[in-house]
């Protein structure tokens, strides 16, 4: 303790200001830690007439401090492994890019570990294709989107199912018995969805969506397409029946675009308000005729110069695809 005594009272002597140190030292009790504070005191003239020393055991707090470091590390240790978990799930951009050559995924998680995916699965000339946004983000939206992603491909891979209403309809089944939902009406989560079912040999795109929709330029001209009104999942519309599937002919240089709520949702702007759908049809008239990655390009800049300063608000998905 002397020896921290000394060292606090030779920085207060070259420099005329408060010091501080940590010493440790043994005692009957084991390891000890002592906060050393060197306080200078000055006569009339303002020169350095004294040094008062004042010491603290600060072991206990010490361990405190200690122990809620190793939880941290713990605690971010387990979620850069559930990354790489949520990320050795994701559709391999390789795998996409040659099935839909103009395409692109923007995709911008709020935390480490987000609660939207893409999902993405090709069976012969059918590409199936969904922008998933579940309940939260972090930790429980991740946690969320396992379970939508498994359930998914269980529904189209092994059930065979590849009309989106008819696929949605049995998504929201699935979640619902997972969640327990129908036992318990106190838990409300779920996740909003939309999906395209797309055969390149005839362009024709089938759309089936829970509260987001799909926007086209078809010909040059922008149409949209809503989503039914309800989640996937949540517990709340016990009696909703079929999801909505909609047909759609597309031609060569027409393209469709469609995005979890976060897109839109982000708060930002001169007036600090939401990015809105407004802005985003108002994009993709303007990027409609360039390269799919020239198009994410422009949503990409406009968004973040919307956002500037301002926290993200959400996870971010948004996908485009032209044919």
């Known amino acids: 303790i002397l020896e921290g005594w000394l060292r606090v009272v030779e920085e207060v002597n070259s420099t005329n200001e408060k010091a501080s140190a940590e010493v440790d030292f043994s005692s009957e009790m084991g390891k000890r830690v002592m906060q050393v504070n060197a306080i200078p005191e000055f006569d009339e003239s303002n ?8 010491s603290h055991d600060i072991t206990d707090r010490k361990m405190i401090e200690l122990e809620i470091q190793n939880k941290n590390k713990k605690i971010t240790e387990s979620i850069n492994y559930a990354k790489r978990i949520q990320n050795a799930i994701l559709p391999n951009s390789r795998v996409i890019n040659k099935a839909l050559p103009e395409s692109f995924i923007l995709y911008k998680p709020r935390d480490v570990v987000s609660g939207d995916f893409p999902w ?39 059930r065979k199912i590849t009309e989106p209403g008819k696929i949605l309809d049995l998504l929201d089944e699935g979640v619902t018995t997972t969640l327990r939902q129908d036992e318990d009406a106190t838990t409300k989560d779920g996740m ?35 989503g039914n009104k309800f989640p996937i999942g949540g517990g709340i519309f016990k009696n909703q029946t079929n999801f909505t599937n909609t047909r759609i002919k597309l031609e060569k240089g027409d393209s469709i675009y469609f995005s979890s709520d976060g897109f839109p949702d982000q708060f930002g702007g001169p007036e600090g308000r939401k990015f809105g759908p407004k802005k985003v049809r108002e994009i993709i008239e303007q990027v409609h005729k360039l390269s799919m990655p020239e198009a994410m390009a422009v949503f990409d800049q406009q968004w973040e110069g919307w956002r500037g300063e301002t926290k993200q608000t959400d996870d971010v998905l948004l996908i485009g695809i032209k044919f």
């Open 47 to 54: 020169k350095l007439e004294s040094v008062l020393v004042v």
């Open 120 to 158: 993405f699965v090709q069976i012969k000339e059918d590409i199936f294709i969904a922008a998933v946004d579940c309940t939260g983000h972090g930790v429980p939206g991740a946690l969320l989107s396992l379970i939508g992603y498994f359930l998914l491909n269980d529904i189209v891979r092994s």
């Open 192 to 226: 909003d969805i939309a999906l395209c079912k797309i055969n390149l040999i005839n362009g024709e795109v089938e759309y089936a969506g829970a509260h987001r929709p799909l926007y086209l330029m078809k010909n040059g001209t922008m149409e949209e397409v809503k």
